[in-house]
């Protein structure tokens, strides 16, 4: 009797999936990104109080989602909300992962001493609480968005520069990085020439997963009073103002609660599915006898979304 091995064709499933949803995921993510843009030149203005219409339930006309306390409409705050916690992800995310990359490529490739003191000043970074690191910058500075995006990128750097580090080591120690050296190939050039690209896949797999993270983070700020401040509409804040009314009007808290899960699993599932598709695309070139990408691209999501 022939026929198709069992572990090809549960791998064949596990790769279906993993596409399937990789596409979800990315569509759910697009659908929002559009909403974020189009919708408040389609909603009402997120400002506009009516007082004749507060605390009006979900599935009232013109009021798709209800109204708050003012007379706001909740559906026009949520969608409005959704820039700034995109704002804070998409920069604090790209702050994170650059400062992240160069430093764990210095700290993989330089000398001691170079490595030593970045190590450090990951581990004091990674040991202080980034509430309390919240506390003592905005205190300093006072609360903003600008403030906001520098607590992302403080609280993410220190994770991706650990996963850059350990897979920049591995790749100094290979045959390629170490002929480059004896050609003449400075050690600038040999770091961001040869090495640098080989860690293109792992940081593509964390962007996703850290951003997922700082949804959630910005979210925590806004409702602790650290974030966007009123009137600005944030998800946060909009938890923080519902939440006097949570046993009369259940709908300022459930819906922005909502659309903070959604986007949070969303982006980390869509930085899952990600890290297994590119993990395969990595096997099958070895296979071919292609140039395999680094040892280390398989990053887990709590290595990922350390914060």
């Known amino acids: 009797m022939t026929g198709v091995p069992l572990n090809w064709t549960s791998r064949r499933r596990s790769a279906l999936a993993d596409r399937f949803l990789l596409i979800l995921t990315a569509a759910v993510l697009a659908l929002l990104i559009l909403a974020a843009v189009v919708g408040p030149l389609l909603l009402p203005d997120p400002l506009t109080q009516e007082l004749a219409a507060r605390m009006v339930p979900p599935l009232t006309p013109g009021h798709p989602l209800g109204t708050d306390a003012l007379g706001r409409d909740v559906l026009s705050r949520i969608v409005s909300g959704s820039r700034t916690s995109l704002f804070v992800a998409l920069f604090g995310v790209a702050g994170s992962l650059l400062v992240g990359t160069v430093a764990g490529l210095l700290a993989g490739s ?46 993410g750097w220190p994770s991706a520069a650990r996963i850059v580090r350990s897979i920049t080591m591995a790749e100094r120690a290979k045959d390629y990085a170490r002929a480059a050296e004896m050609i003449g190939a400075s050690g600038t050039r040999v770091l961001f020439r040869y090495i640098g690209p080989t860690v293109r896949p792992v940081v593509l797999t964390i962007a996703p997963l850290q951003a997922s993270a700082m949804i959630v983070m910005e979210a925590t700020l806004s409702f602790l009073g650290l974030g966007v401040q009123p009137p600005t509409p944030s998800w946060g804040g909009i938890l923080l103002e519902g939440k006097p009314y949570l046993a009369t009007a259940w709908w300022l808290t459930t819906f922005p609660g909502i659309a903070i899960a959604l986007t949070a699993a969303a982006m980390l599932g869509l930085g899952s599915s990600l890290e297994s598709v590119l993990r395969r695309r990595r096997t099958r070139r070895a296979q071919d006898g292609a140039p395999a990408a680094p040892d280390r691209t398989e990053v887990t999501d709590a290595e990922a979304i350390t914060l």
């Open 110 to 155: 330089s000398t001691r001493w170079v490595a030593w003191l970045i190590d450090r000043l990951i581990d004091v970074q990674m040991a202080l609480p980034y509430i309390i690191l919240a506390i003592i910058i905005v205190s300093a500075t006072g609360p903003s968005l600008g403030v906001l995006v520098l607590l992302m990128v403080l609280a």
